[in-house]
């Protein structure tokens, strides 16, 4: 089932990526240069030189999926993250933000209540 929703923990690669990398290498690059597990269910997103096209690396039950979108027109806008760090870890709106091609500079989430999860 491909599944791309706010349950997620997204981290979007720090730095530029070949886009000609396909899995394998995609999942070198999450090991090696953002030192994490890409079997853990997590997603990594991956933009190239020219920020048109963004790579999605998720590990689903039995195999990786890889979604690809490319843009006609524009690029997509990443989010400030940390440079102390190989990767930045986004919410699931920042991911839709940058998806849908709406900047996010100097914007600010209100607090939003959220109730503790029970075990």
Do not use: H
């Amino acid at each position: 089932m491909f599944s791309l929703n706010e349950s997620g923990q997204y981290y979007l690669c720090n730095g530029i990526v070949d886009m000609r990398k396909g899995i394998d290498a995609l999942y070198s690059v999450v090991c090696n240069q953002m030192k994490r597990d890409p079997l853990l269910g997590e997603i990594f997103l991956f933009l190239g030189r020219r920020r048109d096209t963004i790579k999605i690396l998720q590990w689903q039950r039995g195999g990786f999926v890889l979604y690809i979108k490319r843009l006609e027109k524009g690029t997509f806008q990443p989010p400030i993250y940390n440079k102390t760090s190989n990767s930045w870890q986004m919410k699931w709106t920042d991911f839709v933000m940058m998806i849908e091609g709406i900047k996010q500079n100097k914007t600010t989430l209100c607090r939003r209540y959220s109730p503790t999860k029970w075990e």
